[in-house]
């Protein structure tokens, strides 16, 4: 079965400062892994995904993500945190022939002037 | 062009009362999703939706939950009696393609709470 782990479900930073949210995953088979936002009174919102092309995926608001197979992880990153990242973050993953996504239990991220 | 839509953004229901949540996705989107999340807890599927027909309905609780998706458009999660365990977030998505190779747009979500 498949499987999201979160790592720390309030994370804060300072403004500035490298954020780094943690996510591993189970799957027997290759895997698609996504990172959404919610940001407050909001839905949430794509920032990456990952379908087997590129290590490394870029996504939007300075964001990025590497996926290691050997070590099952697809952590979430940023160089410099801005106060407007302020929300919450949550890891899925999405088996090839399946249309569901299975969801971390998501990551508060707060900035700190 | 408007995003998922849900309504109404939240609902609070006595234990042993009905409510009825809906979705509007965004136009010309043929899967439909609902989610839950229970505070503190991971957000989980619930079913799917391809036009008006259910493709996966494997996350739904009980018998006591009913989606439907009127002529492929808008869909509504209906609970009847609702419990306390009923309580969270429900959200809606839509995507145009399967989950899997394409991006799923969610709704702002609405917040049930059952007393």
């Known amino acids: 079965a498949q499987s999201v782990t979160q790592l720390g479900s309030h994370v804060s930073v300072s403004e500035g400062a490298l954020v780094l949210l943690r996510c591993n995953y189970s799957s027997s088979v290759p895997p698609y892994l996504f990172w959404y936002v919610q940001y407050p009174n909001q839905g949430l919102q794509l920032l990456l995904k990952?379908?087997?092309?590129?290590?490394l995926v870029k996504g939007i608001n300075g964001f990025e993500a590497e996926f290691k197979k050997s070590e099952t992880s697809f952590h979430l990153t940023k160089p410099s945190a801005h106060m407007s990242d302020a929300a919450e973050y949550f890891c899925?993953?999405?088996?090839?022939?399946?249309?569901?996504?299975?969801f971390g239990t998501g990551t508060r991220l707060k900035v700190l002037a | 062009e408007a995003g998922v839509t849900q309504f109404p953004s939240h609902s609070v229901i006595e234990k042993g009362q009905t409510v009825t949540l809906r979705c509007d996705p965004i136009?010309?989107?043929?899967?439909l999703y609902w989610y839950r999340r229970v505070m503190g807890k991971e957000i989980k599927f619930l079913l799917h939706f391809v036009k008006e027909s259910k493709q996966d309905e494997s996350g739904m609780p009980n018998n006591r939950f009913l989606a439907e998706r009127t002529g492929g458009t808008y869909s509504t999660l209906k609970v009847q009696p609702a419990e306390l365990e009923d309580s969270g977030v429900y959200f809606c998505a839509s995507s145009q393609g399967p989950a899997r190779n394409t991006e799923a747009f969610f709704g702002q979500g609405t917040r049930l709470t059952v007393v």
């Open positions: 136009s010309g989107h043929d899967n």
């Open positions: 899925a993953v999405s088996q090839p022939g399946t249309y569901k996504y299975i």
């Open positions: 990952y379908t087997s092309a590129a290590t």
